[in-house]
């Protein structure tokens, strides 16, 4: 079997998972890159990976360090897994130190927030990158302990991939086959990258859990939450209400966008769809949005971000996780973005967008200068 040397960028949860998995995989030697020095010294002797079922996995990548040039230097695959907010720093880092000799298959896990633009942006003087993103992480994963263990929580029953359109049918094929070595679910390949952009996950599901939680009609609004509030298993039913909403906009600018290109993007399907063909008889009862979410085995225990506010005098959501920073700025951000270019009406996004980044205290510059400018006058 041909070595596959793959780098992972990344020390946070999906990082660590990664690097579980994939140093697990034959003939597939891991090299990571963190910034965390917590992780360069605590993977020192491995990490392990707590399985839903209470048992253990163990994993030890070859190298884990902070220097670009030695952990990607030799990678025919990267796989990044920081924040959107984090990524243009981590592509310009790694870029002058990608080889040249033959293709390098550069990705995001997941590749939302239109990391395809991104990338083909910051790498445009290495044709030789071959630009991917996977629709979604392949496993939840939580209870991070930095270089030392993560939490392992349910598994897609199939993955999707896509590449930049620039991308030749040899490369795609290529990228099918080291993704077919890294992953035990099957993996298949997206007809346009769209469909990963316009896939409703993170960016609509949690600016709309946290819109109805905390929200101007939300049941927590000016008060503290408990410590231990879960994502999904405490959603409230306004936040479902209104990610149901918020879903049907996004499907109206699938809609549009594959009018506008006369591309196929039939995979991009409403989100309780995706949910239930994703996590299968992990869901107890799928009668509704909130009942999907709630009863999900894979989200269960997932909390959300809170910190410590003494003035408030207990637990309140941490406006810098990358709940904000990621979901509203980058995500939601974008498909706002999109829709006033195709001319789709999305109140329901746009008002919690706008909301979200009051609440968050504003956003510094312009982090969407990477959506093409011709957009969506030309195909891109």
Known sequence: ???LNVAIC??????????????????VRVSWLTSN????????????????DGS????????????????????????????????????RAIGPHLRR????????IPGFCGFDWLAAEILANRPNAVIWGLKDVPHTAFDLVPGRSVRMGGAKQRLHAATHRRESREARAELAAHLGRLFEAPVEMLQDYLAITLTPGNPIMHSAVVYGLVGPYGQWRD?????????WTDCPELGAYFLERCDAENQSLRRAAAGHFGIDLSSVKPLATEIIEAYGDQIADTATMLTILRTNRAYAGIRAPLVHDPAAGGFVLDRTSRAFRE???????????MAAGLSVSVP????????????????????????PRAWPGAAQ
């Open 37 to 52: 020095p917590a992780v360069v010294g605590g993977a020192a002797g491995g990490i392990v990976a707590h399985l839903p």
């Open 327 to 337: 979901d509203v700025v980058y995500g939601l951000g974008l498909l706002v973005r």
């Open 56 to 91: 253990a996995l163990p994993g030890e990548p070859a190298q884990v360090g902070t220097d670009p040039a030695s952990a990607v230097r030799h990678a025919d695959v990267v796989v990044i897994t920081v924040p959107a907010d984090a990524r243009a720093a981590v592509l």
């Open 223 to 231: 008060r503290t939450l408990p410590e231990d509030f879960c994502w």
């Open 101 to 108: 000799d033959r293709p390098v298959y550069v990705g995001a």
């Open 348 to 371: 329901h996004l746009d008002e919690i967008h706008r909301w979200a980044l009051g609440y968050m205290g504003g956003v510094a510059g312009e982090p969407l200068s990477h959506l």
């Open 10 to 27: 990344g020390g946070g949860r999906t990082g660590h998972l990664n690097a579980v998995l994939f140093s697990r995989q034959p003939g």
């Open 1 to 3: 079997m041909t070595p």
